[in-house]
């Protein structure tokens, strides 16, 4: 049985999920087949792949949405899943606060809600209409949903979509704090393929099978990535690698090594790095804004 969340030596690596050779069919059509995979606590596993290449029926596989049609999806028993989906059904014409928004899908204490909401770092959007947040501030807000539920496991469908560099960067961030905190094991879908966080310990590259996987490293080396997404693509692959060395502040400002306090974290301060995996011309997206 599964203990309550805390990052505990007891329970580091233990199994959350497994698929073995999973595989779903639809109307006589694979959408994915012969999936293997893991997800242990404290991990991060990242799957890739192209449109319609069986990520999300992947992830929703693995926490039990759909039944896989052969193969078998083992989950410790008593697992508790934390899910953001790729779409969220809001009637953006409604009001809605962000209060409102983390109990539509299961009851909470407003303490509770504060918590998961300051720990997301939008504690000061509880009032705010969720029409009026921009792309990164309604990603935490669901992932401060998500959170609500103490998960073991945490699965993320797309969660930096619709941000922008620096926000991704950021929210980044947050996913490796909160895996760093609570221990959980994080299962996170990308459909960029050009920016794969570097804290991620493996990723799987779909397309309708298993492509390839490994360290970010490895599968951006890989012969069958470059095959399937081309020369230049894998060269333009770029990791996301954030040197810890300052804090978001709940209010929005950056407070950094030396004690000081920004408006904004600048990338030519230096903070945010991305490497190429070879020199190319191809920048990667968001390239430039790292420099
Ligand atoms: N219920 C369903 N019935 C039939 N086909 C489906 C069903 N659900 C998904 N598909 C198809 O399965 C394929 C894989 O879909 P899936 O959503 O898993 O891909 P994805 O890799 O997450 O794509 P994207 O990056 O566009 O979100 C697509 O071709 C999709 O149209």
């Known amino acids: 049985m599964l203990k309550k969340q805390s990052p505990s030596p007891e329970t580091a690596g233990e199994m959350l999920v497994e698929m073995h050779n999973a595989g779903v069919s639809r109307s006589g059509r694979w959408l ?20 319609g290449s069986g990520k999300s029926t992947t992830a929703k596989t693995a926490i039990g949405v759909i039944q896989p049609n052969e193969g078998h999806v083992h989950r410790a028993p008593g697992l508790r899943v934390g899910y953001v989906p790729q779409k969220v059904a809001i009637d953006w014409t409604l009001p809605l606060t962000v209060e409102r928004l ?18 997301a770092g939008v504690a000061h959007l509880a009032g705010r209409q969720v029409a009026a947040l921009s792309g990164g501030e309604f990603q935490r807000a669901l992932l401060a949903r998500a959170m609500l539920r103490k998960p073991d496991l945490l699965v993320l469908d797309e969660p930096v979509q619709g941000v922008d560099f620096t926000g991704e960067a950021a929210l980044y961030e947050l996913i490796r704090e909160i895996r760093d905190r609570t221990g959980c094991g994080i299962l996170m879908i990308s459909h960029d393929l050009h920016i794969v966080m570097a804290d991620t310990d493996t990723v799987i590259c779909l397309n309708g099978h298993v492509c390839c996987r490994g360290a970010p490293q490895s599968v951006m080396d890989s012969p069958e990535y470059r095959k399937l997404f081309g020369t230049r693509a894998a ?57």
């Open 32 to 51: 994915v087949r012969g999936v293997d995979l893991s997800v242990r606590r404290g991990e991060i596993v990242t799957l890739i792949g192209p449109n």
């Open 102 to 119: 983390m109990t539509l899908t299961a009851p909470a204490g407003s303490a509770e809600i504060k918590a998961a909401l300051a720990a």
């Open 235 to 291: 060269e333009a692959l770029a990791l996301y690698r954030h040197h810890h060395d300052h804090t978001h502040l709940a209010d929005g400002r950056v407070r950094h090594a030396d004690g000081t306090i920004t408006e904004h974290c600048h990338p030519e301060d230096g903070h945010h790095h991305h490497d190429h995996a070879c020199a190319s011309d191809t920048p990667a997206k968001g390239a430039n804004n790292a420099r």
